[in-house]
């Protein structure tokens, strides 16, 4: 493409040339690396799909973080279980399945749902602080996963391996200006692959569906909803432990699909970033979805300076940047959107809420 | 909401012990509870580690399923939190910042705001203590100290002013806030010991030593006076609640923010000033341990402090007096643990696994409570401002 050579020619413009510098690195870098880029945001979009489903039915998680460093540990000490039981492994082409990973990461969603249904309990049934309840979820999370990969590690097990990455045809990724997108979305292990199948529809589901009304009414204003003779504690139930399965997906990927093994604290504030990747996001699966590439490309960005930094001025500039900053960034600009500084961004009427049914007896 | 309203004397008196069960019933059985449940935690693991049969070891090397290793393991945290005076001492230094972080949590409770910045603010409160100490290290002692805990507070209050700020201008939910905000303070802080701080020449970042800035000794070898001054900091924000009339103000916020306003009060400057002294106080917790303890900083300073003053806040109830037994238990804990994993080859981990069961159990106080028949004993969580909406965006 010629773009990058017309963007050069502007960049001896003093400050504004700087822009166009910067704007030729990012057009330079990020198709390069989409791909890396789309693994980051994998569990940021799953986790934050997870808080939209929460939140727009009125329950605050803040627990996510927990759950999904639950179902990363969950999903590979089950791999390291069942995979002797297995005998040598035996890949499909497909996504380099088997049959243990697919136990692993079943096993994986499903303590994800558990301590969703935990987190409903305490915050629907007992109405106790959500803030509290997320953050029993997470004390407990990182202590006991802590505790029992002290324990395991000790002998040094294998896991049960990881689901390896799609292959699109070149031809696909060379096409001319989609060729990268196709590549980013596409060249990705069976998790990551379907995290825009998942935002897609989820996004339909919330806005289009009945249920998805349903959720948003009694996330908005409960005592109406139940007038109208939706099942409030039901309806926010469910939302939650759904909510489960994809703060259990984003967990799994950390340790079946991204890499193959547990390391303690594995998720290092992700479901924090996921977090503030909804409220960037207005609460829908899409705007998430966009926050977390966006983030995504930061926390990429923050590595990318340090191995293969811009020539010229702007790697001068970019050199005395502290890489911390680009980590830093999507916190920053969550507070400065809370802020209502740009773009501001207001959550469900009654999120946070517990909901107490009109007097029945 | 048509509950009878209790009139003042309308309850009979009850006596000095029954008034003392009815606090420390729920707390202390959630303990018991606790300890219970990790017990079998401990047993439950042993089947992980698959350890050679008995027979066909040397005898004193690990074998076989042992029933007593819940007993061998908590003998070590005891021995290990309390046994001989060094033991003591160093459970003092570990409970100093937890009472500091906790009477944070806690004052943010009692005006209905919740704080959960606080490991945010334990940081950059020792960030700014740990500038100034540097840049004082070769000051006379009492100046070079009391401007870096005052540095520290400062910065730490500067941490809690930023979300307080913002709940007042915009109605961005403290909570949220605080969480971007903590993990801002650990990227800031490691930009600044990797950067700018860093000793030049040192192959790992790390800062230089505070000198002459370090906390003076007054108990054996570790025990600082930050000591002193969380103890102090107890009765000082004790007194600040329920003799002044700004505590009062904050209780009232806390307890009706409507309520307050008509009453003439502002709860949008109390949001800040609440928020701001809570900072503070996590500043003064960071504070402690750079000055007391660590006396320089690395990228990975930073513990769990903020995240166990929000257990010992809530196992307190909130009360500023009961922040000092609640650090205790936690920080007799994490002084414990050590030797607990040494001895018993219980990982530390235990702790937070402990004090999440003890937070579970205190949320869950009310199905305990009717489980066990338990009457006349007040529950286990006191928040201000139970159920407060976080889509209160606009406040009024």
């Known amino acids: 493409m010629d773009l990058s050579g017309l963007i050069h020619a502007l960049d001896g413009i003093p400050v504004l040339g700087l822009v166009f510098q910067l704007a030729g690195y990012l057009v330079a870098v990020i198709p390069q690396n989409a791909p890396n880029i789309m693994q980051q945001a994998t569990p940021l979009a799953l986790a934050a799909i997870c808080g939209v489903l929460c939140e727009r039915s009125g329950v605050v998680n803040i627990g996510i973080e927990g759950t999904m460093l639950a179902a990363a540990f969950t999903a590979w000490v089950v791999g390291v279980a069942i995979q002797p039981a297995f005998g040598a492994p035996n890949p499909s082409d497909i996504f380099g399945i088997t049959l243990p990973l697919l136990i692993a990461l079943a096993a994986g969603v499903l303590v994800a749902m558990a301590i969703s249904t935990l987190h409903a309990w305490l915050s629907i049934s007992l109405r106790a602080d959500q803030i509290i309840s997320g953050t029993i979820i997470n004390i407990a999370a990182a202590g006991l996963t802590g505790y029992l990969n002290q324990l395991i590690s000790q002998n040094s097990p294998a896991g049960a391996g990881e689901f390896a990455r799609f292959v699109p045809p070149v031809a696909w990724t060379n096409l001319p200006v989609i060729g990268w997108i196709l590549a980013m979305l596409l060249n990705q292990g069976p998790i990551s692959i379907s995290v825009i199948v998942l935002v897609i529809g989820t996004q339909v589901w919330l806005f289009r569906s009945r249920w998805g009304l349903r959720t948003r009414a009694v996330g908005e204003h409960p005592r109406a909803a139940e007038t109208v003779g939706i099942d409030v504690i039901r309806v926010r139930y469910r939302n939650v432990i759904l909510g489960g399965v994809f703060a259990g997906l984003a967990g799994s990927y950390l340790s079946i699909e991204a890499t193959n093994s547990f390391q303690q604290n594995m998720t290092a504030g992700r479901g924090f970033i996921a977090l503030a990747a909804m409220i960037m996001g207005r609460w829908t699966p899409i705007g998430s979805f966009g926050a977390a590439l966006l983030f995504a490309t930061f926390l990429q960005l923050g590595q990318l300076i340090n191995i293969s930094p811009p020539s010229g001025e702007l790697g001068s500039i970019m050199g005395a940047v502290p890489p911390q900053l680009f980590d830093a960034l999507p916190y920053i600009l969550t507070i400065v959107i809370l802020a209502g500084v740009v773009g501001r961004s207001t959550p469900p009427a009654a999120d946070g809420q517990p909901y107490e049914r009109e007097a029945a007896t | ?396």
């Open chain 2, 1 to 396: 909401m048509s509950a009878p309203v209790p009139v003042a004397g309308a309850r009979p008196r009850r006596s000095f012990a029954a008034r003392t069960w009815s606090v420390l019933a729920v707390p202390l059985l959630v303990v018991i509870l606790s300890l219970l449940l990790g017990a079998i935690v401990i047993l439950a693991s042993e089947l992980l580690v698959a350890r050679p049969a008995c027979s066909t070891v040397t005898a004193g090397t690990p074998c076989g399923f042992d029933w007593m290793l819940w007993f061998t393991a908590y003998a070590a945290l005891v021995q290990g939190a309390f046994g001989g005076s060094d033991a003591i001492i160093q459970t003092l230094v570990y409970t100093t910042p937890l009472v500091l972080g906790g009477l944070a949590v806690a004052f943010g409770f009692k005006a209905g705001l919740f704080n959960i910045g606080a490991q945010g603010q334990f940081l950059v409160g020792a960030l700014g203590a740990v500038i100034v100490g540097v840049a004082l290290a070769g000051a006379p002692a009492p100046v070079a100290i009391v401007a870096a805990t005052i540095a520290g507070i400062v910065a730490g209050g500067l941490w809690g002013f930023i979300p307080g700020f913002l709940k007042a201008v915009s109605g961005a939910h403290e909570v949220v806030s605080t969480i971007m905000l903590n993990y801002v303070a650990v990227q800031l802080l490691a930009a600044l010991v990797s950067g700018p701080l860093k000793v030049p020449k040192s192959p790992s970042p790390v800062t230089y030593d505070v000198g002459n800035a370090a906390f003076p000794i007054f108990l054996g070898d570790t025990g600082h006076i930050g000591i002193i001054l969380a103890i102090l900091a107890a009765g000082l924000v004790w007194w600040l609640l329920f003799r002044t009339t700004w505590g009062f103000e904050i209780r009232s916020v806390g307890a009706s923010p409507d309520a307050a306003r008509y009453a003439g009060m502002r709860p949008k400057l109390l949001t800040v000033a609440t928020m701001t002294f809570s900072g503070a106080l996590a500043g003064l917790a960071g504070t402690s341990v750079l000055l007391g303890v660590s006396h320089s900083m690395t990228s990975s300073f930073g513990t769990t402090v903020g995240f166990d003053s929000i257990a010992v806040a809530l196992l307190a109830r909130s009360n500023p007096l009961a922040v000092l037994p609640a650090a205790l238990l936690f920080g007799s804990m994490r002084a414990g643990a050590g030797l607990m994993q040494i001895n018993a080859g219980i990982p530390v981990e235990l702790v937070d696994v402990l004090q999440a069961t003890i937070l579970l159990f205190l949320v869950a106080s009310p199905v305990l409570r009717r489980l066990l028949r338990l009457r006349n004993v007040q529950a286990g969580i006191a928040t201000a401002a139970p159920g407060q909406s976080l889509g209160a965006g606009t406040a009024p």
